[in-house]
Nanobody
């Protein structure tokens, strides 16, 4: 059974850093991985995504230059390194995967659309204090 599980969330002061991990099982470790977040009272928001090969990445404008997405398919892992965190980065962070986004279909617009993803983790809380 395909599953994703996030870890590494926590409480950090503004300007600090965290690294989120996403463990994939059930044969989806080679799929593209997307990271999304949701703050209380707000809609789910795209953060970053990485292709199945790991060679292509997409980022939301708000995190570009601060966050880095990576994956290690051999180890069934994906990561989101978050630096220079801001209070606005607070929220529940989810990793997601879907096989249909592979290859030429891994466009910026499709990678940023949460409706493209079939598999989701349970979420990890990230809280950034001012």
């Amino acid at each position: 059974q395909a599953q994703l599980e996030e870890s590494g969330g926590g409480l950090v002061q503004a300007g600090g850093f965290l690294r989120l991990s996403c463990t994939a099982s059930g044969g989806i470790n080679k799929y593209p991985i997307g990271w999304f977040r949701q703050a209380p009272g707000k809609e789910r928001e795209f953060v970053a995504a990485i292709s199945g090969s790991g060679r292509t990445t997409h980022y939301a404008t708000s995190v570009k230059g601060r966050f880095t997405v990576s994956k290690d398919s051999a180890e069934n892992m994906a990561y989101l390194q978050m630096n220079s965190l801001e209070p606005e980065d607070t929220g529940v962070y989810y990793c997601a995967a879907d096989s249909s986004l592979n290859g030429v279909f891994f466009t910026a617009s499709r990678a940023a659309d949460w409706r493209e993803y079939d598999y989701w983790g349970q979420g990890a809380q990230v809280t950034v204090s001012a």
